[in-house]
């Protein structure tokens, strides 16, 4: 994997931020964060506003930060929560590269496709069966078609190419399982014979959070029953991949509340009968920057506290999901929060090279475990 992360560093590097912005331009909340031991969180974005805005927030928040009970260094322009020791620095930034105000879909109109016999799930066939909330989904930037034997079951019988919008999934743009099909073909699976077709059953929920999915949830049943129609269809999964957690990485929600909803859903995943290794991302960060975004009170103008209180939701949520990692029944999917900003169209979503980058994190994961 050395030439990957030789690309990361690359894909980083071109298209890094440009700097403080001018009066008048543009400008990206951008956050640094760090722990009481001083290891560095990952950096995420804000909204896009104009640059005097961007500079009353970052230093309303340095004045409001006391009232809070938080202490402020004004020489290095950060505030810290003295109870978990996270300190936090607001920065307005510009990058050219992103858009103030994305608008899905980014593709445009959704390419239709013609349905294909469904492959035999025989020896060589990998079947991923995929859920989660939208990174999972089809949100990303940057459509690609994989290559030959590869397939998305919509259900019901019906196979198509694979092919971004991923058949059968939630959104309209792209996801990294296109591009990860590709890299796994001819990787050994998980029997170790050579892998010469791939299924992606893609059945992630924009939004959803982890109470969604557990027995009692709301999309529980949608979950249990698209497991039994492919195996009907005899497409039954070899690998479950669960990517979520950004929905519940806001400070209301412990380590241990995330892991035992996982664990409940794992037991609704064995009632099918199917034993497939589970893969769990670690990823939390979402700050989605749209054209529909709610007022600036609720997006641009928020307090010191919201900051704290959502780093520490993130590490809640990436501690749970690394608790219900055992390496044989549930396996660690990529760390997901290590794609920084830049690499994000909208605050949350991947563009074209964070795709590749989350492709290639993927192949890492299922080819190591």
């Given at each position: ?40 969180l990952?950096?995420?974005t ?49 990058n ?5 105000t994305?608008?899905?879909p ?8 013609a ?16 859920f ?56 050994n699976?998980?029997d ?14 924009s ?22 129609d ?18 519940n ?17 794992l ?30 009170a ?9 900051y ?11 501690a ?6 055992n ?8 760390n ?15 563009g ?17 475990h």
């Open positions: 994997m050395k030439s990957f992360f030789g690309s990361f560093v690359a894909l980083t590097i071109a298209i890094a931020w440009t700097g403080a912005p001018a009066i008048g331009q543009t400008a990206f909340q951008y956050v640094n964060a760090w722990t009481g031991d001083g290891r560095p990952p950096d995420t804000g909204q896009a506003t104009d640059f005097r805005t961007c500079a009353e927030v970052k230093n309303r928040n340095l004045d409001l930060a006391p009232s809070f009970g938080f202490t402020v260094d004004r020489d290095a322009g950060t505030f810290t929560d003295p109870k978990s020791g996270i300190t936090i620095k607001q920065s307005c930034i510009t050219p590269a992103l858009v103030a994305p608008v899905h980014f593709g445009g109109a959704v390419p239709k496709l349905a294909v016999p469904c492959p035999k799930a025989s020896g060589g066939a990998d079947v991923w069966f995929i989660g909330q939208s990174i999972a989904g089809n949100y990303s930037e940057g459509r690609y078609t994989a290559g030959p034997s590869t397939y998305a079951y919509a259900g019901g019988g019906l196979c198509y190419p694979l092919s971004d919008p991923v058949a059968g999934a939630d959104g309209e743009d792209a996801g990294p399982w296109t591009r990860l099909a590709d890299l796994m073909m001819n990787q699976g998980l170790g014979s050579p892998i010469n077709r791939i299924v992606v059953i893609e059945r992630a929920i939004g959803s959070s982890i109470a969604d999915w557990i027995p009692e949830g709301a999309y529980n049943g949608y979950l249990v029953a698209q497991i039994k492919a195996i009907a269809n005899r497409l039954t999964p070899t690998r479950f991949i669960f990517s979520q957690g950004e929905s990485a806001r400070g209301n929600m412990f380590a241990q509340q995330w892991a035992n909803n996982f664990n409940a859903i037991t609704s995943l064995r009632s099918t009968g199917v034993a497939a290794p589970t893969y769990v991302s670690q990823e939390t960060i979402c700050n989605l920057r749209t054209s529909a975004n709610p007022s600036p609720d997006v641009v103008f928020r307090t010191p506290d919201y704290i209180t959502h780093e520490l939701g993130r590490i809640a949520i990436r749970g999901q690394m608790a219900v990692v390496g044989t029944s549930v396996r660690a999917g990529p997901l929060d290590q794609i920084g900003p830049q690499m994000r169209a909208d605050g949350c979503h991947m074209n090279a964070g795709l590749v980058i989350e492709a290639n994190l993927w192949l890492e994961a299922l080819v190591t």
